[in-house]
């Protein structure tokens, strides 16, 4: 069981977000401990991805606040987000498709030599280390990305992730693309990063993946927050008709 | 590479080629080229391949193949620059006005050695904050590239009328010229200093990479193959200075030199003219150029934004702030192209550079540049430059008509792309 009795390693507080004069975001609050998976779920358009990158700096919030570890930060840009320890994986799995896996994993924080060039064998090197540990059936190392399976290529966003000690994890439906073999390999890999006490914030649609992986689901619908619950609390028709009807259970509560 | 994933299971089969690991595309150009030069060779019964020729080719090709370079990284980032013929212009121009009105009046007079490095500089800075310019209005206003470099194409060639009031300015300052090719030459033993000091570079990079794989324990090539590459940069490189070397200056220039020096040129007296300090230039482009692309920060950016520009932002990169940059290094190539064309002319002329924009981004492209971004290689740039030069020379020679000569190379260019998007689809590297 997760301890949530010391400070959340994020809140979020009261965010909104409008576009144009769409509200996508209506006053939503979640919060998420170390070695905890929190799970948003939603339809499409309920607001969830909106939300979640505000804290991953893709979009910035019109109103609210962000505290990590208790401290309000301001997230303006995905470079601000990397400072806190933030690494996102997304559902387009941002990777540039004509570089290899190590000028992916690396991007935009290349390891460079003396001279200040990128020292490409370093980071083959790096990146070999740690695909060995995630998925040692890696071997495409010296193919652009585009050449690999969606699994290959989820391996090397969550590679990113990992290697540069992500405390806190944003993966958008990471299995979406993925055959059961490599979601299995996903579902282990959540449990290894729990294990080291990062925080997930899991973008999900589908139920069973949440009731498997998550500790707390939280529920949007319409731009506001339907409610958060402890999986372990309810079941999964509890959050269907959270999702579909907009409804929290009376029994539960978190 | 696709085909690379397939050598496991073709082991026995693995042709020359793969092992040197050469670039298949690369070898397509080359011969490419070799055809294009034997076929003019046999039109002109000889003339196209003399050194006489390969020289003057050489130089005409500098000014294109430097912007090309350029070119590269602005189609790679998904943008286009209509504006460099126009760019050219005003570069020429504001170095032109620099160097024969504005220097003087300040009194520097005419053949002060300041004169030309300070016209470089002033015309550097020039092209550099025009491209800057063009960057911020993609990059930060978001306005496509295609229109705002359409609107420096007109902008900017016509500054250049304004500033020279549509005149010839010149002669340029005789140091000035030494950057436009035959007026500047190394001469036969610095040129083979340089080709020597080049070969042992070229091995010295080669012995490196290697040395670098083993240090992480990467497969590497055979040792035979990494001689055999090095033998074919030494026999390229000193090939080059030797066909250089054997154009000579003719007698009459010689007898002129020595006349002025008061003393009398000896019998049989002959000297080549070697590399011209424009190619100099050009292969000094070409290595920085290279060394960006491949070894820096910048250039992994500029690539992985072309790849996916999501991507990259998401991954923390300054994509506007990228776009400044890239169109900047456009502007300042356009600066360095201007000298070298305007040096070559020995004045400034109005039409200076008019249609080099189509030239450029034709031999970027003929060069493998993908212009849906996130491919491209310097070296195929300048090759492809090299290609149109010696498509449209060798036409000039054999007596082709003036139409026919364009006609031919806008063909060449469309055939050029259809053969890529052929030979991608075949090896699935889309």
């Keep these: ?254 | 590479m696709a085909e690379a994933s397939e050598t496991g299971t073709s082991k026995g089969r693995q042709n020359i080629f793969k092992t040197l690991e050469f670039d298949t595309r690369l070898l397509g150009m080359i011969g490419a080229f070799i055809l294009v030069c034997i076929v003019f060779n046999v039109l002109t019964d000889g003339r196209f391949l003399t050194p006489r020729n390969i020289f003057n080719l050489t130089i005409q090709t500098v000014s294109v193949a430097i912007m090309a370079t350029g070119m590269v990284f602005v189609i790679v980032t998904r943008h286009i620059d209509l504006s460099v013929g126009a760019l050219l212009a005003t570069c020429s121009a504001v170095m032109a006005m620099t160097q024969t009105q504005i220097l003087p009046a300040l009194g520097l007079d005419y053949g002060s050695t300041l004169i030309a490095p300070m016209a470089i500089l002033v015309g550097i800075l020039t092209g550099g904050l025009i491209g800057a310019f063009h960057g911020w209005l993609v990059g930060y206003l978001t306005i496509p590239a295609f229109i705002v470099t359409l609107g420096g194409f007109l902008v900017w060639r016509n500054v250049a009328w304004y500033l020279t009031n549509g005149q010839t300015i010149g002669p340029l300052d005789p140091n000035f010229q030494m950057l436009g090719g035959i007026g500047g030459t190394m001469g036969e033993t610095a040129s083979w200093i340089f080709g020597l000091l080049a070969v042992a570079a070229a091995c010295y990079a080669i012995w490196q990479a290697r040395r670098a794989r083993i240090a992480h324990e990467f497969s590497v090539k055979p040792l035979w193959a990494e001689g055999l590459l090095m033998a074919i940069a030494g026999v390229l490189i000193l090939g080059f200075v030797a066909t250089l070397n054997a154009y000579e200056v003719p007698d009459r220039v010689l007898a002129r030199e020595f006349e002025a020096r008061g003393e009398v040129m000896p019998d049989g007296f002959t000297q080549g003219y070697g590399l011209p300090f424009s190619v100099l230039l050009l292969i000094a482009v070409a290595v920085v150029m290279t060394l960006v692309a491949r070894r820096t920060r910048l250039g992994r950016y500029i690539f992985a934004t072309g790849g996916n520009p999501d991507a990259a932002e998401l991954s923390g990169i300054n994509t506007r702030f990228l776009t400044v940059k890239v169109f900047a290094i456009m502007g300042v190539l356009c600066a360095l192209a201007a000298l070298v064309a305007s040096a070559r002319l020995s004045f400034h002329s109005n039409d200076i550079g008019t249609l080099d924009e189509l030239r450029v981004i034709a031999a970027a492209v003929i060069g493998g540049t993908a212009l849906a971004g996130g491919i491209g290689t310097i070296y195929g740039a300048i090759l492809g430059a090299l290609i149109m030069q010696s498509l449209q020379s060798g036409m000039a020679m054999v007596g082709v008509d003036a139409p026919f000569q364009n006609i031919v190379v806008g063909s060449v260019l469309v055939l050029a792309v259809l053969i890529d998007i052929l030979y991608r689809k075949r090896t699935g590297d889309a």
């Design chain 1, 1 to 254: 069981m997760v301890d949530r009795t010391g400070t959340p390693l994020v809140e979020m507080r009261d965010v909104s977000v409008s576009f144009g004069g769409v509200k996508a975001v209506d006053h939503v609050s979640v919060d998420l401990y170390p070695g905890e998976v929190v799970g948003l779920l939603g339809h499409n358009g309920a607001g969830k991805s909106t939300l979640i990158k505000c804290l991953s700096g893709a979009y910035s919030m019109d109103a609210g606040e962000i505290l990590i570890d208790g401290k309000t930060v301001d997230i303006q840009n995905p470079r601000d987000a990397r400072k806190h320890n933030i690494e996102t994986i997304y559902q387009t799995l941002a990777l540039a498709d004509n570089l290899d896996a190590a000028s992916n994993l690396f991007l935009g924080r290349e390891l460079v030599t003396g001279a200040g060039f990128v020292d490409d064998a370093r980071m083959e090197a790096e990146t070999r280390k740690i695909m060995g540990r995630l998925n040692p059936n890696f071997k495409k190392f010296a193919d652009p990305v585009k050449a690999l399976s969606g699994g290959q290529r989820q391996s090397v966003a969550i590679a990113r992730a990992v290697y540069f000690n992500a405390r806190i994890l944003i993966m958008d439906e990471p299995t979406a693309a993925l055959g059961p073999q490599e979601t299995k390999m996903v579902a282990e890999l959540i449990q290894q990063l729990k294990d080291q006490g990062i925080g997930i914030f899991l973008i999900e649609h589908d139920v069973h993946s949440v009731m498997d992986l998550c500790d707390r689901a939280s529920v949007m619908k319409n731009g506001a927050l339907v409610g958060t619950v402890n999986v372990g609390d309810v079941t999964d028709e509890d959050i269907l008709s959270m999702i579909i009807l907009g409804k929290k259970p009376e029994t539960a509560a978190a």
